[in-house]
């Protein structure tokens, strides 16, 4: 019943949004399908005024902030200590491939100099410099690619009501001055400068769908016009539904592919085809929090990695910058972490199939080639016994390939691992599987 209900949701959308016609991705869409799905693994920013107040990106409506309460808040942004090619720096030696800046989060504050709105980080602030500008040079200088993640629910703009799920409490709109088709033509005039003054955008990520689940975003005249504009530009949107037409890849937000944990609706029946990319993060929020107390170890993000790859996703880890335009130490050293361990064990994750074999906490699978990579996840066992393994194994042995590890294959397709006490890797332990 759910699926059939799923399914006339899904055709009702597509009627909404124009997109029953199907979407052909042109061939360099296609080769950046590819890249992306090699990439294996992002740094996401969120970034904006709200980091002034240190309670995260939701602050405006979840402290029911006012219109005018909020608009003090550029002001104060005025982050001296930003410096675009120390981050890109950073993130290329977390061992990242590509950039997720958030160009314009849900409070409508544009992160560059826009034209079609004066809300926005060169003419509102005391900064007077255009982040996205600076951000994505400096990404390009180091062999990053750079998307942008677009907000598509506004929490300022008058002609974006009548409201949606959020920011009902929210006080200085005007209901009486709802105009989606101007709110239509507004991102569409943003979109165009991002797609255009800043050379070449490897994707859009959109979210906010859900604030408005129902409502018709015109996906067909957006999605078209960055295709136009960029052809490569992987589209994405985190709508917590099943890919629409004119998508690239899909997301998954805080949640391995299927699993939906986080009761955002991507159930296992929703993992669609497309190159696949699960957001979470360092900290435990998105936004810069300053009393947050859920920091996660290097051991959580590896794991967040390791299991993406092992679902055949890439992973798009989240920092949260303070006001001042730092990362915070933490959060510098995790990425760092990272790359030093994919110094090592990059072969294991860079360009991997995933998904074949469902992975647990105790263990995920990658593959390349004939190489088969069996990630043990907890230290603690020593003795695997791991079902549904239909691939015919010739030799386990370390990732070094100095030591031999026994295994066998019994019968109803279980692969048993036995890991001596002398071997071992208190994150991941990386064997790796020679095929026959
Ligand atoms: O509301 C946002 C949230 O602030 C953040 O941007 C995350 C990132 O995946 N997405 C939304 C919630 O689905």
């Not at 949004?17 to 992306?36: K, V």
Request: aromatic share 12%.
């Amino acid at each position: 019943m759910k699926k059939i209900l799923s399914l006339i949701a899904f055709v009702c959308l597509l009627q909404a949004s124009g997109l029953a016609q199907g979407y052909q991705p042109s061939a360099e869409n296609l080769e950046n399908r590819a890249w992306f799905e090699q990439a294996r693994f992002g740094v996401f920013i969120h970034w904006g005024v709200y980091s002034v107040m240190g309670d995260g990106e939701w602050v405006m409506n979840n402290q029911n902030m006012s219109l005018s309460e909020y608009g003090l808040l550029p002001k104060f942004f005025n982050p001296i200590d930003f410096n675009a090619k120390e981050w890109a720096r950073l993130f290329k030696a977390s061992g990242a491939k590509y950039v997720t800046f958030t160009s314009r989060h849900h409070d409508g504050f544009s992160m560059w100099d826009s034209k079609v709105s004066d809300y926005n980080i060169v003419k509102a602030t005391p900064f007077k410099r255009d982040i996205v500008k600076e951000l994505v040079e400096a990404c390009r200088a180091e062999g990053l690619k750079v998307m942008f993640y677009y907000s598509l629910l506004d929490w300022k703009r008058d002609d974006y009501l009548p409201f949606g799920r959020t920011g009902k409490g929210i006080a200085g709109r005007d209901e009486s001055k709802g105009d989606w088709n101007s709110y239509i033509q507004f991102m569409k005039a943003q979109l165009t400068e991002l797609l255009t003054n800043y050379g070449r955008i490897d994707g859009i990520w959109f979210d906010g769908h859900w604030d408005k689940k129902d409502e018709n975003w015109h996906y067909d005249e957006i999605y078209g016009l960055i295709h136009r504009l960029q052809p490569h530009c992987l589209v994405g949107n985190n709508h917590h539904i099943a890919p629409i037409p004119g998508e690239d890849f899909q997301m998954f937000e805080r949640d391995l592919p299927g699993q939906n944990t986080t009761g955002f609706g991507t159930s296992a029946e929703d993992v669609g085809q497309l190159p696949k990319e699960v957001c979470g993060t360092i900290a435990g929020s998105w936004g810069f929090d300053i009393k947050d107390r859920k920091q996660k170890s290097f051991k959580e993000v590896l794991l967040y990695l390791v299991k993406a790859a092992g679902h055949g996703s890439n992973l798009l880890l989240n920092v949260g910058p303070m006001p001042n335009g730092e990362i915070q130490d933490y959060q510098q050293e995790r990425l760092r972490q990272l790359g030093e361990w994919l110094k090592i064990y990059g072969e294991s994750i860079y360009g991997t199939e995933g998904g074949f074999v469902e992975p647990t906490d105790d263990y995920a699978f990658t593959k390349k080639g004939n190489t088969v990579y069996l990630h043990v996840l907890n230290g603690a066992k020593r003795r695997l016994e791991i079902p549904n393994i239909t691939f015919k194994i010739a030799n386990i042995t370390t990732f070094n390939g100095q030591s031999k590890i026994t295994y066998r294959q019994i019968e109803g397709d279980t692969l048993v691992v036995e890991i001596p006490e002398n071997i071992g890797d208190e994150n991941d332990l990386v064997l790796k599987l020679g095929l026959k």
